[in-house]
């Protein structure tokens, strides 16, 4: 995952490989509350790890649950039973009927307090679960949460006798919620043209309750019926057997009691199946496809009905009980005119998918957009204005025309994760332009690794991927600067040098000498050298190297490898394949004379040697290690002589490069001044993405 500001995506040129799914985030956090409210335990495979499952989980275990994680599975055991012939609240005043669970909740003491984030499938259902049995809790949540509506379910908690007090504004959580004087002889009305979570909230907390029949009243058009079906599927699968009459009316059985089904298999994310399921529509050519794996057309997920968008706009789709292949078919795309009440989170992608289309595409029936984690009706004419596209927005319909011409754009993502994920497919653009998507940590709500799946998938022209090239002399704190500069960028990383120490250390271990004589023998070695970074972290073939690699000696060494032809050649092609997306900061003593020529920022770094040789006396004092500043200033005068005036590769700035003298320079303002640099020349950098928002 990218904790990082932003992160730019280069032009993408085509993509095609199978792309394995997390769990369905409806379907994880419905069964955790299910299991929950069971009793017994219940083993989950295959459950989302995410923002919204961690904070459902927190919550579960504050109320009493028992949680263990074994292996690749998650047994939750419910709460548990009151004693025989008790009632619901273990015997307190207020109410009724003996029920099989109920989270513990000491008499008289304060609140138990729940943070829920921005998660919609745990405030909505936890606040009815909690309601109907009663104690004294209070539920809040982030601030978007606490602009989300849910006056509508407290509204038909009500109707039941249910305590529940608004702690800030009216009609929005924080909430807190006391005991209740159910009374169920009368239908309960819930609208259903703002949420679907309020009727799901309902079906899941009031078998919790039912002495006798209950029935729920649907006022108004049921909206996001797919997800009402995702709940019945699974209450029928613990034990509920809700009687359905269309879309206006559901009774929930007399007697009704959860029983646990033992093992639940979370299905993957049919939402997050869209973005992929676009990318073979769009990138899929010359015989790729994209297959997603962890979900087929049979789901119980409303959302894989995108697959019938995709068909509508040309794409080629072929499916099985466990997978979706797509491949680019028409193009461009068909342009559309479509009913999304069936699909309403995968429709945002449809509205990427538009950009590429062959004229303006509609998408109806979306009202819902405005109540999510953020007013993505809102959002997605913003945003998608500021690529180029002309884009008309209506109380629950968007219609947008694609771009005469696409432009580079910072997206905005609203902490919202899928305003992050389908705008990362507008870089599959017709003009060669970047995207940046700001905030990209938010889609760990449901898909923490989404860029890494991504960029597993898609493919580059190589002069397309970016590399920031930082050389200089030893000591000069390159590795340092560079390293940190990557990670605020969420590039990948290439120590040079430690390539060098590792061939250096290699051949030492192999019984090789670092001369002339032996130069083939070295180069082959290198050729075959098995290396893989991870953080600050260096392994040859599986074994952790990184404190070998790192002593002086080991330095000594490498500048004396890096010093013979055929070594260096060897290592060529080597460090060239560390550029991979979404891009690459490299540092060493060549990397933007030699193995980088065309990367768009090289950052020549530099100190006195009597600087250098004060930080590496530290370095060394700081690891118990005995040293002197004057030996130490003499070596490193040696080894830039030595580096200099070598044959191959010379340590010397590129042309084109950038001098960074860091002498009196903290760490900090380094990095900050290649960051400026590299911003510069970005098409969205230096408030030029903010221009763009206001066109």
């Not at 109540?371 to 690529?387: I, P, S």
């Not at 898909?447 to 030893?474: K, M, N, Q, W």
């Amino acid at each position: 995952m990218y904790a990082i500001p932003f992160l730019d995506i280069p032009p993408l040129d085509s993509a095609g490989g199978v792309v394995q799914l997390p769990g369905s985030k409806s379907i994880s956090n419905r069964v955790l509350l299910l299991a929950a409210l069971s009793g017994g335990t219940t083993r989950i495979l295959d459950l989302l790890d995410s923002d919204d499952t961690r904070v459902m989980l927190d919550a579960l275990r504050a109320l009493g649950c028992r949680v263990v994680h074994q292996g690749a599975a998650l047994e939750v055991t419910g709460f548990a039973p009151p004693p025989a012939g008790g009632r619901l609240g273990g015997g307190h005043a207020g109410t009724l009927s003996p029920h099989p669970s109920r989270p513990p909740e000491a008499e008289g003491a304060t609140p138990k307090r729940l943070f829920l984030g921005n998660a919609g499938t745990a405030m909505r259902p936890l606040t009815a679960a909690l309601a109907v049995l009663g104690g004294d809790y209070e539920l809040s949540g982030v601030a978007r949460m606490h602009e989300r509506p849910i006056g509508d379910l407290v509204d038909a908690l009500r109707q039941l006798g249910c305590d529940i007090e608004y702690l800030g504004n009216e009609g929005f959580p924080p909430l807190r919620i006391g005991r209740p004087q159910l009374k169920l002889d009368a239908p309960i009305q819930v609208r259903g043209d703002v949420s679907s979570q309020f009727l799901t909230a309902l079906l899941m907390a009031l078998p919790l309750v039912a002495a006798r029949d209950i029935r729920i009243d649907v006022v108004g058009e049921l909206i996001s019926k797919p997800y009402i079906e995702i709940t019945l599927n699974l209450l029928q699968r613990f034990g509920i057997a809700v009687r359905r009459e269309g879309w206006q009316r559901f009774t929930i059985p007399a007697g009704s009691r959860y029983q646990s089904p033992g093992e639940v298999h979370v299905e993957a994310d049919a939402s997050s199946a869209s973005y992929f399921m676009a990318l073979g529509a769009i990138a899929a050519g010359d015989g790729r496809t994209v297959r997603v794996a962890g979900v087929g057309e049979d789901s119980i997920q409303g959302d894989i009905r995108f697959v019938d968008a995709v068909r509508m706009m040309g794409a080629v789709v072929r499916g099985g009980p466990n997978w979706v292949e797509v491949a680019r078919g028409a193009w461009p795309l068909r342009a559309i005119d479509l009913d999304c009440n069936h699909i309403p989170d995968a429709a945002m992608t449809l509205a990427v998918l538009a950009l590429y289309a062959d004229g303006p595409s509609t998408l109806r029936n979306i009202a819902s957009w405005r109540v999510k984690e953020t007013d993505r009706l809102a959002a997605m004419a913003v945003e998608l204005r500021k690529l180029g596209a002309t884009v008309h927005e209506g109380a629950d319909f968007i219609t947008i025309a694609p771009p005469r011409g696409w432009r580079a754009a910072s997206i905005h993502t609203y902490d919202d994760h899928r305003v992050a994920m389908c705008f990362a497919l507008a870089a599959f653009n017709h003009d060669g332009v970047a995207v940046r998507i700001e905030d990209p940590a938010c889609v760990a709500k449901t898909f923490p690794d989404y860029f890494e799946a991504l960029f597993s998938a898609v493919r580059a022209d190589t002069p397309h991927i970016p590399v920031i090239c930082i050389d200089g002399p030893t000591a000069s704190g390159k590795g340092t600067l560079a390293s940190q500069v990557a990670q605020r960028l969420g590039y990948h990383y290439l120590d040079s040098g430690a390539l060098y120490r590792i061939t250096a250390f290699a051949a030492r271990r192999a019984g090789l000498e670092l001369d002339v004589a032996h130069e083939h023998a070295v180069a082959k070695l290198a050729q075959a050298l098995a290396i893989r970074f991870d953080g600050t972290q260096v392994f040859l073939d599986g074994e952790d190297v990184s404190e070998a690699i790192r002593t002086e000696q080991a330095g000594m060494d490498a500048s004396r490898v890096s010093a013979l032809p055929a070594v260096r050649t060897a290592l060529v092609a080597l460090q060239q394949g560390f550029r991979r997306l979404p891009g690459l900061v490299a540092d060493g003593r060549d990397m933007g004379t030699v193995i980088f020529p065309d990367a768009p920022l090289k950052v020549y770094l530099t100190a006195s040697a009597a600087q250098r040789a004060e930080r590496r006396h530290k370095q060394l004092i700081s690891k118990g290690i005995p040293a002197t500043i004057d030996v130490l200033r003499a070596d490193l005068e040696a080894r830039d002589a030595r580096d200099s005036s070598r044959a191959v590769a010379p340590l010397k700035p590129a042309e084109d490069a950038l001098l960074l003298d860091n002498s009196s320079q903290t760490i900090e303002q380094s990095v900050a001044q290649v960051l400026r640099w590299w911003d510069e020349r970005q098409p969205f950098g230096s408030g030029r993405a903010a221009a763009g928002g206001q066109q």
